[in-house]
């Protein structure tokens, strides 16, 4: 098998490393980078973790803070306009998985005509974008480190995957420090999306040995600290594990491809603005059940990899150990379900075929181990609602 790795060609990782952001920079020959953020990175003051060392260096910038929670295409054509008329030769995306997605779509934007959605999945994105940095400060994505990114469209509410290695940022800087503060509901979302970023890269049709190995180590490291993570926020080596398994997921599912819990997820996420790790935390569960019979063996060996059982558990056993698993996970992260989200089951009901259709033709559910058709995902979301 022949497998074509693509990731950031630069990434700084360890505590503190966003020190040094400006020799960074250099390497990447970004002189004059326009920063994108969130308001709370901005008005909080955090975003001075990075710009401290920008100013200090004596490089010029701007900041581009209108980020929200799931980017938008509104949102991504003022940020191509800002970064178009500024005179800007690269970007910084500090924030989660929105800010990064959202400086990726710019990019795309600012270098390509048309729309937004003249460019998703499974169209080609022609010209490059500009260089870009990203600083995640949430241990969960993976973003900084893939050639996808998700935007909404305002005018479909579709949940549009952007992919091509023109997306993949230039350079990274992964630094657990970023993410102490983050909260107990932040932290176990974005911490299960990495365990379902990892299990759907080693599951996907698309997987690979080098990705495999990405996946596995990811899925050791979920289950070993992400209890901890969210339950002693300050356990720096619990943040510092979580923060390198979200990268290793991240250069997984980027080189394997996400699968069906992704492709369900986006359609939630878009019609009830549920986070997208929360969104995939109620998936996770029953897509690892509905899958698991056509690929035993690799639900099996995560099972292994998360110490679910032992080493010698036969396969049967050991996918019954994951599912057992999962389930205890969101017990323990308290992970609602779309009803107790506060999620109208009679408006969640009214959308299952569109969600559906919107699921399959992201393409991800066809990198699943059981492809399904369209009956069988509103079934799947028939059975999350209340469960």
């Not at 290695?165 to 992964?174: C, E, H, L, M």
């Not at 974005?190 to 996946?215: C, Q, W």
């Not at 994951?322 to 389930?327: P, S, T, V």
């Not at 017990?331 to 609602?336: G, M, N």
Request: proline share 7%.
């Amino acid at each position: 098998m022949i497998a074509t790795i693509a990731m950031p060609k630069l990434m700084l990782i360890g505590g503190g490393s966003i020190a040094q952001v400006a020799d960074t920079l250099a390497k990447l020959g970004i002189k004059r980078p326009l920063i994108v953020t969130d308001p709370f990175m901005r008005d909080s003051g955090a975003i001075a973790k990075l710009t401290d060392p920008l100013t200090a260096a004596g490089i010029p910038f701007d900041v581009f803070a209108d980020t929200v929670p799931d980017p938008t295409t509104e949102v991504v054509y003022a940020g191509a306009r800002m970064l178009s008329d500024g005179g800007f030769d690269g970007m910084i995306a500090l924030g989660g998985g929105s800010p990064i997605d959202t400086a990726k779509a710019m990019g795309v934007m600012a270098a390509n005509p048309g729309k937004m959605r003249d460019y998703k999945v499974p169209n080609p994105i022609p010209n490059e974008s500009l260089p870009l940095l990203a600083i995640p400060t949430t241990a969960g994505t993976g973003s900084e480190a893939t050639k996808f990114t998700v935007i909404t469209d305002t005018e479909t509410d579709e949940k549009m995957l952007i992919a091509g290695a023109g997306v993949i940022p230039q350079g990274a800087i992964v630094d657990f420090e970023l993410t102490l503060s983050c909260p107990f509901r932040l932290t176990a979302d974005t911490g299960i999306d990495t365990l379902t970023h990892a299990i759907e890269a080693y599951v996907s049709r698309k997987a690979n040995p080098f990705s495999d190995s990405m996946a596995l180590a990811a899925m050791a490291r979920v289950a070993k600290h992400l209890r901890t993570a969210c339950f002693e926020p300050g356990n720096r080596e619990a943040r510092e594990q979580m923060m390198l398994a979200a990268n290793q997921a991240g250069i997984a599912f980027s080189n394997a491809s996400v699968a069906l819990v992704h492709g369900m997820s986006r359609p939630i996420g878009a019609h009830f603005h549920v986070p997208h790790g929360l969104s995939n935390a109620m998936l996770l569960p029953a897509v690892t059940a509905f899958s698991l019979p056509t690929a035993t063996a690799r639900y099996a060996d995560c099972a292994r990899a998360m110490g679910a059982c032992a080493p010698g558990t036969d396969d049967e056993t050991a996918g019954v150990a994951l599912l057992d698993a999962l389930n205890a996970l969101n017990a323990d992260l308290k992970v609602p379900t779309p009803q107790a989200y506060g999620i109208d089951e009679g408006r969640f009901m009214g959308l299952l075929t569109l969600m559906a259709e919107q699921a399959l033709g992201s393409g991800s559910p066809g990198n699943n181990p059981r492809v399904p058709t369209a009956e069988e995902i509103v079934s799947l979301y028939r059975d999350i609602y209340a469960a």
